[in-house]
């Protein structure tokens, strides 16, 4: 069922420092590339999406990097807080299939 | 606005009990979505209803799992019988449509023994 991989598979970064997670894609005709961020005991919830007719989205501390023939897409976090320790989760649509998460744990 | 809602946060039942997770989704969207989470398996796709109408079922593991969706306002989740590899936590979703950002519950961590 997996047709989104992602990596890696669990992160530890400093306080201060950039997080970076990777995804990975098959099906071309995928239009939605959202990232969810996931605390324990709650249901994930949106962090930042893309559409493939960009390549770059900021939201604050979070941007998506979209390479669109490579079909990847990276989620970066700046200045990364210990509050940003969360599993993090790349989507795609049209199946809305679901990465394997990121467990980010930043350091004080 | 209440988002969407899950029942019960918790169950535990025995091995060949019939299991029912509940959903309401956000008023106004028109897609829904269950999923599972699990350690090994990460989160799954089961199902996915847009306008009340099942459109892709092919993440349901087997015939003891069923779903219904018999208004804009409600959906079911059932296993019969469970099994304890079904433990999980199994969460509901919605978005206005398709493409667009899905508004998960806390969902339920069903534990069969």
């Known amino acids: 069922q997996q047709q989104v991989k992602q990596s890696p598979q669990s992160l530890i970064v400093q306080k201060g420092g950039i997080s970076i997670i990777n995804c990975a894609y098959e099906?071309?005709?995928?239009?939605?590339f959202p990232w969810y961020q996931q605390f324990p005991g709650k249901g994930p919830a949106l962090l930042i999406a893309i559409r493939p007719d960009v390549s770059e989205k900021k939201e604050g501390r979070f941007t998506i990097s979209f390479n669109k023939s490579a079909k990847q897409f990276s989620l970066h976090i700046m200045d990364s807080q210990p509050g940003d320790s969360a599993t993090y989760f790349c989507a795609a649509s049209n199946d809305m299939r679901f990465g394997a998460g990121t467990r980010l744990t930043v350091k004080p | 606005d209440a988002g969407v809602i899950q029942s019960p946060r918790h169950e535990v039942t025995e091995m060949g009990q019939e299991v029912t997770l509940r959903c309401k989704p956000i008023?106004?969207?028109?897609?829904l979505f269950w999923y599972r989470q699990t350690m090994m398996r990460g989160l799954e796709l089961l199902i996915y209803f847009n306008n009340n109408v099942p459109i892709d079922d092919s993440g349901m593991p087997e015939d003891r799992f069923s779903a219904k969706m018999p208004n804009a306002s409600f959906s079911t989740l059932k296993i019969q019988p469970s099994e304890p590899r079904d433990s999980a936590v199994y969460f509901c979703a919605s978005s206005q449509r398709r493409n667009q950002p899905q508004h998960f519950g806390d969902g339920t961590r069903l534990s069969i023994l």
């Open positions: 008023s106004g969207h028109n897609s």
């Open positions: 099906n071309t005709a995928f239009d939605y």
